[in-house]
């Protein structure tokens, strides 16, 4: 109980919670937001670098009163070869309450919290899901398309059209996103050459469209999430860059033939020139600061979930 470890089997009605509970969080005094998880300890194990993630979580954390820690691979005894169940363990007998992974391997949270016992908040797990990053897309575009943000239903987002684009087949964000926004009622295309899509879109939701023509596939979009080429993962596959950019990059040039007013996200890290140029990113229409700030609200809810509903 407690655990966030894929959005594949959230009901509605508990991301309509966790939303609820962001905007409730977010409008607490400091003092009494720090009250909430007062003297409770969480901890943070990294087995791949983040920035927003990793500091979100741990912001989010301090703000509610809870004391936390990070271990990260590379200054820890995982770097002796220990294992994540005996991590895990030693962080449970240190006291930890909750844990928060992020690991390269698909399904290494749902194996933590079996281990330990403990919540475990996904932080994104290999390719397979990065769960609070989709609800913090979610908040993200409710807000940008002047919707309600404590709540949503099956037709919330009926009549939005989001284009994912990128290098979706080795992307976290992509399939949560792509399994989450449809079940809310919103048309979901995936778009990038053949090389990045995924093979199994139809598992992650049957209403999912491909498209190959990033111009065809931006023509009615309501948002679009553009996505970092994931080059630690690309193995022995190689881009061709200026094509790449000449047919993908979300520029100044293709924002204008969009619909305007049409949201533009990336959930970081970004490559600035490469899959969106900078003064896209920088522009009136760009979320992506929005994005890392809904980060802090979305996590301080996921941890209060966990605290609470883990403690039961
Ligand atoms: N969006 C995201 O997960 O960013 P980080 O890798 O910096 O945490």
Redesign the pocket.
Known sequence: PGSLLTVANLPIEEVAKVLALADELEALPAKEKSQKLSGRRVALLFYE??????TSFELAAKSLGATTTLVSDKSSSIEKGESLKDTGLTLKALGAEAIILRHNSGGAPMLLARMTGLPVLNA?DGMHQ?PS?ALLDLRTILQRLGKPTHTVTETTLTGTTVVITGDIRHSR?ARSNAMLLPRLGAKVILCGPPELLPEEAHTLHPTLEIARDFDAALKNADVTMMLRIQSERLANLKLDLPDYIARFQLNQDRLAACKPGMVVLH???MIRGLEIAGEVADGPQSAIEQQVTNGLHIRAALLVRALHEGAK
Do not use: C, D, K
Not at 49 to 54: A, E
């Open positions: 670098s983040s920035t927003r993630t990793r994104g990065h990053q964000v959930p970081g890290p």
